[in-house]
């Protein structure tokens, strides 16, 4: 079984200043996926990144950036130049990538950010 | 950017009414979900579709519930006799092919039981 977990209820970061959002799991599983969402006040959940288990270099999209040490199982989203507009809630997930297994996503607890001007 | 679009976005309904929530999945996708989310709480996995029929199912998706796709557009969640914790926020979600790394969710709808 997977299970994800992520140990910041909530946090703080001074806007412009980059941000450790932490991700750990645990899994048997060989293959998979690492992802985080970000869920704005509005309530949609908004796909940032992701990282294959097998992907060798971390992932980024913009100022989001994927901190992925294997052998700690962690995945910490680094968000840098914290926006105000980066307020919200967000989820790390992760799913099985083998061929014959379900591909539904399991989801951390989340981390509420909350940037100041 | 193609949106995965869900129906109603709020529904109040009486314990133990039927309910029937919404989705229009991205065209050209493949694979469907249905996630809830109780509030202040983490999102949980119901269940997922592919070619027609049921792929995986969690403990949370037992007999009150069912998915249907009637009409190769539409992917319907119905909940037969709601409960009082049945009131979450209900997510569809849609992915092109079964290792896609962008799963695009629904804006979700808000069920509350009273």
């Known amino acids: 079984a997977q299970k994800i977990t992520q140990t910041q209820p909530g946090m703080f970061v001074q806007e412009k200043e980059a941000v450790t959002l932490d991700c750990t799991y645990d899994?048997?599983?060989?293959?998979?996926?690492l992802f985080w969402y970000k869920q704005p006040s509005s309530g949609e959940m908004i796909f940032l990144i992701y990282?294959?288990?097998?992907?060798?270099q971390n992932a980024t999209e913009g100022r989001y950036s994927l901190n992925f040490q294997k052998a700690r199982k962690s995945a910490n989203l680094v968000i840098s130049a914290s926006q105000l507009g980066d307020s919200a809630m967000y989820f790390c997930?992760?799913?099985?990538?083998?061929?014959?297994?379900?591909?539904?996503?399991?989801f951390g607890g989340g981390t509420r950010l909350m940037v100041k001007p | 950017e193609p949106e995965v679009t869900q129906t109603p976005s709020h529904q109040v309904t009486q314990m133990g009414q039927e309910v029937i929530l919404r989705c229009v999945p991205i065209?050209?996708?493949?694979?469907f979900y249905w996630y809830r989310q109780i509030l202040g709480q983490k999102v949980e996995f119901l269940v997922s579709?592919?070619?027609?029929?049921?792929?995986?199912k969690s403990e949370i998706f037992d007999d009150q519930f069912s998915v249907e796709r009637p009409d190769g557009s539409n992917f319907t969640l119905k909940i037969r006799s709601t409960k009082l914790e049945d009131s979450a926020m209900y997510f569809c979600?849609?992915?092109?092919?079964?290792?896609?790394?962008?799963?695009?969710f629904g804006s979700g709808t808000r069920l509350t039981v009273v």
């Open positions: 899994t048997s599983d060989q293959s998979y996926g």
């Open positions: 979600a849609s992915i092109r092919t079964r290792d896609s790394n962008g799963y695009t």
């Open positions: 065209s050209n996708h493949l694979y």
């Open positions: 997930a992760m799913r099985d990538e083998l061929y014959n297994a379900g591909n539904m996503l399991t």
């Open positions: 990282q294959g288990s097998y992907d060798e």
């Open positions: 579709f592919y070619n027609n029929e049921i792929s995986e």
